[in-house]
Nanobody, 125 residues
Framework: VQLQASGGGLVQAGASLRLSCLAS????????MAWFRQAPGKEREIVAG?????????YYKDSVKGRFTISRDNAKNAVYLRMNSLKPEDTAVYYC??????????????????WGQGTQVTVSS
């Protein structure tokens, strides 16, 4: 599976962004996907996950609940992360990831087999 993330940028606090991740190379609609992020000097952390058909979504950080929305379009081989009301603490490189062995996402980065290249999100105050 090849993953290509895009949609990051430099925005002011309170703005919105939508990240996209396009997949190729495998039947996309059969496995779990997730978005992670890594801020400078910090470990990579999971932000949100989505099951194989998009019917279940998971948010792993209280700070993004109600602001971030993960979704997927299996017909387009894509997963998205809509981020509203962005804050400076959301500044990080965001990665999409695929765990092709499961249909429901887990929170552990070591479980994910494939990763996108990352897209930088910078939120200024």
């Amino acid at each position: 599976v090849q993953l290509q993330a895009s949609g990051g940028g430099l925005v002011q606090a309170g703005a919105s962004l939508r990240l996209s991740c396009l997949a190729s190379g495998r039947t996309f609609g059969s496995f779990a996907m997730a978005w992670f992020r890594q801020a400078p000097g910090k470990e990579r952390e999971i932000v949100a996950g989505i099951n194989w058909n998009g019917g279940s979504t998971y948010y792993y950080k209280d700070s993004v609940k109600g602001r971030f929305t993960i979704s997927r379009d299996n017909a387009k081989n894509a997963v998205y992360l809509r981020m509203n009301s962005l804050k400076p603490e959301d500044t990080a490189v965001y990665y999409c990831a695929a765990d092709v062995h499961v249909t429901v996402p887990t929170a552990f980065s070591r479980n994910y087999d494939y990763w996108g290249q990352g897209t930088q999100v910078t939120v200024s105050s």
